[in-house]
């Protein structure tokens, strides 16, 4: 992941640099990793760092900069907009309504491609790091990939539950076996609020209250 990256530069930088003449600089570490330095701190989260600022221009920050700037151009290019293209690349794939797969990216990470739950679940639709093997899944974080691997687990469940709509958002939510003994969704208040969620943002996509017994998983629109 890029952030991982511009950190680790940083980290290195401030350990390998020997130290240069210049004004105190400050630092904190948000809660995604990323490193953030400032020689004015506005507030308490800002501590003194070890390392005095930089003259500008130099190596360092030119290689920082760059890395930062391919950090925010991989961002920009995998905003909702343009995911649409590898939402449709998947939808045609596997069969799979492409409303109904930005439906679950919205519910599962709201389209951000770095998203990492504290459970371990990575990328645009959290695939579990041993569901992402499975799926031949080799980078998550990458959206194409995650897509297409998130969207072929999800008609495997609809292909498993026929069709049966809410009970493959509960197997993609609560996992195949919390669901399959019984065949209804789980008394899980978690995974009964993630259906109702997916199915919001499906409605909301199509415009208008859907029914869910009118739902077609395999028709096939172009994305806006």
């Known amino acids: 992941m890029e952030f991982r990256l511009v950190l680790t530069v ?10 240069s003449a210049g004004a105190a600089m400050y630092a ?14 506005g507030d308490g989260r800002y501590k003194l760092s070890q390392r005095p600022a930089r003259p ?11 890395i930062a700037r ?20 998947a939808s045609t794939n596997h069969q799979v309504d492409p409303l109904l797969i930005k439906a679950v990216i919205k519910a599962e990470s709201n389209f951000d491609p770095n998203a990492l739950s504290p459970k371990g679940a990575q990328g645009l639709m ?10 031949l899944v080799n980078d998550p974080f990458d ?17 498993n539950y026929k069709g049966d709509v809410e009970l493959s958002l509960a197997a993609y939510n609560a996992g ?3 669901v399959t003994p019984y065949g209804i ?7 009964q609020a993630y259906v109702a969620k997916v199915l919001e943002h499906y409605r909301s996509y199509r415009g208008g209250v859907t029914s869910l017994s009118r739902i077609n998983v395999r028709r096939m629109v172009t994305v806006n």
């Open 70 to 89: 391919r950090s925010s151009s991989r961002l920009a290019q995998t905003a909702p907009q343009s995911l649409n293209k590898y939402i449709q690349v």
């Open 56 to 66: 500008l221009g130099s190596p360092e920050d030119q290689l920082i900069g760059t």
């Open 126 to 135: 959290q695939l579990m790091p041993g569901t992402a093997k499975d799926l």
């Open 176 to 178: 195949p076996g919390n």
């Open 143 to 159: 959206p194409l990939q995650n897509i297409n691997g998130g969207t072929k687990y999800l008609r495997y469940l609809l292909d």
């Open 28 to 41: 904190y570490v948000d809660a995604r990793g990323i490193c953030h330095y400032t020689n004015v701190p």
């Open 185 to 191: 969704i789980p008394n899980f208040p978690e995974t």
């Open 10 to 19: 940083f980290l290195l930088l401030a350990i390998a640099l020997p130290v």
